[in-house]
Every structure is written in structure tokens, then in C-alpha cells.
């Protein structure tokens, strides 16, 4: 019986074990609803100066999702003060309205490209802020409240 179980956690560990995930971290926005001034921050340190790595934006989306893209303000800090800001387009969506993205029923995980190949060459810590830029088309003013989106996080694996 023991072996049975020791060998069931090895199975599962092993499994579940990513070799190139370095650090990944979600914040869950309130009720599906993501407010233009909710800023998803997100900190990091302790990464390997000589390594390179790809770094990703993960979104969950549901059903009510009204939009086939998203717009992102992505802001990376570096210990020393400086700052990367850019604004990102993602596609949510196939033209026939399919959601891409993995996951089953309503709820879809969308694992976007963010920075391929960076090297975080200082010590200390970095932080990453995102927030959504996501307006209707002729419109000056910005969505207060984006429905659907569940959860921000991040993602960074070593690269190949």
C-alpha cells in the first residue's frame, strides 16, 4: 500500500513538473470584471543574469467576453528605475467567434507572448504592471469595466 502511494506522488510530481517554468503568478480581478484603473502588479527576483528567458502575459477569459482582441499597457521595472512600457494587441479569438485559448466549457486560458530571449542582468527586484487598454471602435473613452476577464498573471520559462 505505501509503495502504491509513494509511487502515485511520483507519477503526479513528475508530471506536473514544467523543467522550464522559472516563476508564473495569477491575481484574480473582481468578479470577471477588470476596472481600467486596477493595475495587475506582479514582482520578481532571484533570476540567473546569464540565462535567457521568454516571459508571457496569461489572461483567463469567460464567455461573456465581449471582444474577439485584447489591449494591454505592459510596464517592466528593473531594480535600477528603468522602464520598458509597451502596448500590446492579442487576438481572443477566431474570425468564426471559436475563443482560442485552452481550457473547457466558458472558461479559456490564453498564454500571449510577451518578451522572447530577455536577460534581467541586474539583481534585485523587477516588477511587471499591466493593465487593460481595451475601448469601443470611435471612441475616445476606454472601457471602465472590461467584463469576462477572470484572472492577469505572468509567466517566465527559461529559453531553449
Known amino acids: 500500500m505505501l509503495r502504491s502511494v509513494i509511487a502515485f506522488f511520483i507519477v503526479v510530481l513528475g508530471v506536473s513538473c514544467d523543467r522550464h517554468l522559472v516563476k508564473s503568478h495569477y491575481n484574480s480581478t473582481d468578479n470577471g470584471r477588470w476596472n481600467k484603473d486596477s493595475i495587475m502588479e506582479f514582482s520578481f527576483s532571484e533570476l540567473d543574469s546569464l540565462q535567457q528567458y521568454n516571459m508571457f502575459i496569461n489572461v483567463r477569459n469567460d464567455a461573456t467576453y465581449p471582444f474577439s482582441n485584447l489591449f494591454l499597457i ?58 487593460h487598454a481595451m475601448r469601443k471602435n470611435g471612441q475616445v473613452e476606454g472601457i471602465v469595466d472590461l467584463e469576462g476577464i477572470t484572472d492577469v498573471g505572468y509567466q517566465i520559462e527559461k529559453s531553449n
Open 74 to 131: 505592459a510596464e517592466l521595472s528593473f531594480p535600477n528605475g528603468d522602464r520598458v512600457r509597451d502596448t500590446l494587441e492579442y487576438e481572443m479569438s477566431k474570425p468564426d467567434g471559436q475563443w482560442l485559448g485552452t481550457g473547457y466549457g466558458s472558461l479559456k486560458e490564453n498564454k500571449l507572448w510577451y518578451k522572447e530571449n530577455v536577460v534581467f542582468p541586474l539583481s534585485g527586484v523587477y516588477t511587471l504592471k499591466l493593465s
